[in-house]
């Protein structure tokens, strides 16, 4: 039986992250990076993102940091997670062909709710597109908004 690994060592770069080199990119764009946790999975993928992306990418992680620090991070379904407790979630992103979705998994309970509606009642999403810039005081508010609140566990 494999151990899950604690917090500390999911937040450790253990030098066991995806080194930079050819990453495949899914359909859409979205970089292929293998499971893990802890900061270096999370840039390996911003690192990955294609075009403007990765700089999007890259302001995205800075603004979480900023917001909520001590975050935990992860690699899961090739996309980067946010948390605050271990395998408990508030927020990820992936790389769509025009834009980058950002899931915030309770954002229906967000002060104003993030303008995307999904299929899941609790989640909210905001797509961040080429030419439209972020809003990102409202971004930081969310994000610290949607880290006190119960995380999804995945």
Not at 4 to 25: F, I, W, Y
């Amino acid at each position: 039986m494999t151990a899950k690994p604690t917090k500390a060592q999911k937040n450790s770069d253990d030098g066991n992250s995806p080194q930079s080199g050819e990453v495949k990119l899914l359909s859409g764009g979205n970089p292929q990076i293998p499971k893990g946790y802890g900061d270096g999975p999370v840039q390996a993928y911003i690192a990955a993102m294609p075009g403007w992306k990765s700089a999007v990418g890259a302001r995205l992680d800075k603004l979480i940091v900023q917001a909520v620090p001590g975050v935990s991070k992860a690699v899961k379904w090739n996309s980067p997670f946010y948390g605050v407790e271990d395998d408990s979630w508030f927020l990820s992103f992936h790389c769509f062909t025009k834009y980058i979705k950002v899931a915030f998994f309770k954002g229906s309970s967000l002060k104003p709710a993030p303008p995307g509606k999904s299929k899941h009642a609790e989640v909210r999403y905001l797509d961040i597109y080429e030419d439209k810039p972020l809003d990102e005081e409202q971004f930081i508010d969310w994000v610290k908004q949607a880290s006190q609140l119960p995380g999804e566990r995945m």
